[in-house]
């Protein structure tokens, strides 16, 4: 783990007493530190400063948290970017929908400093937690899979994933026919500072499903998931 003083942090929040808040201790332990009040600032700053984690409100008027992720994960130069819902929601509902556009963490308000600082650095240290093989390439039953570009062909059409989708898809391709358990696939793909559900999973699951066919990923009941071909 490099010095703090080497990453970047955006902050984005409405409320400009949390702002303050959090930029005063997230200073203090040494990192460089962005604000933006809205999901438009946000954006714009992030294309700016290419942080590499991005703290970010959920309830927020004109453009919300989960708008503003979709529209961060479009950008090509921002779409492997930590990006972690600040919010004081509890709702599962909530949740699945940060996790579908995008969102490598939730963490929940009030939060203490230490642990802001504690999470920030575990979304640092999972950047590319994907399992990795000797062979970045994967070329198998009409799909190429290219984990360096972070890109998906499909029978010569490119299929733009967003970076949680293509990791899992990647982790279960890594091995064929191997079953990857639930618990697995949250530790390799989200960490195992993340706490999310096995709905979470299946959200993920179904999109690539309808992206790429029913074919390839197989629900192993009770257990997880596998990829065949």
Excluded at 56 to 71: A, F, H, K, N
Excluded at 81 to 101: C, H, K, P, W
Aim: glycine share 8%; hydrophobic share 40%; charged share 35%.
């Amino acid at each position: 783990m490099s010095n703090n003083s080497d990453y970047r942090i955006l902050l984005v929040d409405d409320e400009p007493d949390i702002i303050e808040f959090l930029s005063y201790n997230l200073k203090k332990e040494g990192f460089n530190v962005y604000t933006a009040n809205n999901g438009k600032e946000a954006i714009a700053v992030a294309k700016r400063e290419n942080p590499h984690v991005i703290i970010l409100d959920v309830m927020m008027p004109d453009m919300d948290g989960i708008e503003t992720c979709r529209e961060i994960r479009e950008i090509p130069g921002l779409k492997d970017v930590m990006i972690a819902f600040l919010t004081a929601r509890n709702e599962d509902y909530s949740q699945i929908a940060g996790f579908e556009v995008g969102a490598d963490d939730y963490i929940n308000k009030p939060i203490k400093p230490r642990v802001l600082i504690s999470r920030i650095k575990a979304l640092l240290r999972r950047g590319g937690s994907v399992e990795t093989t000797a062979n970045e390439k994967v070329d198998m039953g009409g799909i190429k899979i290219d984990r360096e570009r972070y890109l998906v062909v499909q029978n010569e059409k490119e299929i733009n994933l967003p970076k949680k989708e293509f990791e899992l898809l990647a982790l279960l391709a890594s091995k064929p026919g191997k079953v990857f358990t639930r618990e697995t696939i949250l530790d390799k793909v989200w960490g195992g500072e993340v706490v999310v559900g096995d709905r979470t999973i299946d959200v993920h699951v179904r999109k690539l499903r309808e992206k790429l066919g029913e074919d390839y990923i197989k629900t192993v009941k009770g257990i997880g998931y596998k990829f065949e071909f």
